[in-house]
């Protein structure tokens, strides 16, 4: 197997001379590799694997998903792609693979056994899961790019953490859950010595106003009373209010209701 950069892209120019791509095409692709020989010169990277380059993609392209990618970035990934397949199998995929979330060092490590845990034993959906990990790939770069344990994730370096992730309101309140969730099982498996989960800074964030569960005799009289009788659907509505207002029926018995002999 190819490990050297230089001899790998060498390989992926002589095939793509040999399926005659076009100029542009190419121009784009090499410049895929260049953006990663930079990138593996930084960190001082000699040789280059399949955790390498989805390291890569996973920092450069922040967790995106194909089709939200620009045309830069699909053929970006496009060609980190191509080095991954010629290297394991002497050819290019024939087809773009989804975004996968690479996890590194130890770290890494408990995150994976932690989806697994929710996977197998709590056995929550897929959706549920997809969510989770990707908030936790973030955790686990900032984490081992930092050096940092989970044992010493004070509130300072779980408020740099989120802060630097540029996420709205909705989903630093996600990315909390989540971290809240997966500090209180590190603790509660042994992983860790302290429960670091008490660290992780409360959010005022609220999805939506919460509706109130009564209402005052006066409120129901003032909702009934601004209801327009004259026409066929407001007096629909007035009945519909009023059932529920003065006999307590529950939403399905006011839409099961029908007029009979």
């Not at 230089?6 to 791509?21: D, G, T, V």
């Not at 408020?159 to 909705?170: I, K, P, V, Y």
């Not at 066929?232 to 007029?259: H, M, Q």
Request: proline letters at 2%; charged letters at 25%.
């Amino acid at each position: 197997m190819i490990t050297d950069i230089n001899e790998l892209i060498e390989c992926c120019e002589r095939e793509m001379s040999a399926r005659e791509y076009h100029g542009r095409h190419r121009e784009m692709i090499r410049s895929g590799w260049a953006d990663l020989m930079k990138w593996m010169e930084e960190r001082n990277y000699g040789c280059f694997n399949e955790e390498i380059g989805n390291c890569f993609c996973n920092e450069i392209l922040q967790g995106q998903q194909f089709k939200e990618m620009n045309d830069k970035d699909k053929k970006r990934f496009r060609s980190i792609r191509m080095l991954i397949t010629y290297q394991k199998d002497g050819d290019f995929e024939f087809r773009f693979m989804s975004k996968t979330y690479v996890f590194f060092g130890q770290t890494g490590h408990i995150i994976q056994g932690y989806l697994k845990y929710l996977c197998d034993i709590a056995a929550l959906k897929e959706n549920t899961i997809s969510n989770k990990r990707f908030y936790l790939w973030r955790l686990n770069s900032y984490l081992e790019e930092r050096q940092f344990g989970l044992d010493n994730l004070a509130p300072e370096a779980i408020m740099d953490f989120l802060g630097a992730q540029n996420f709205t309101l909705s989903m630093i309140h996600n990315c909390s859950t989540t971290l809240r969730l997966f500090l209180q099982y590190a603790f509660d498996a042994g992983i860790t010595a302290h429960d670091c989960s008490i660290n992780v800074p409360p959010d005022n964030y609220k999805n939506q106003s919460k509706l109130p569960s009564t209402y005052e005799e006066d409120e129901i009289r003032r909702i009934l009373s601004i209801i327009d009788r004259n026409s066929t659907i407001g007096k629909r509505d007035y009945l519909i209010i009023l059932l529920a207002a003065e006999y307590g029926w529950r939403a399905s018995d006011i839409v099961n209701f029908k007029f009979g002999k």
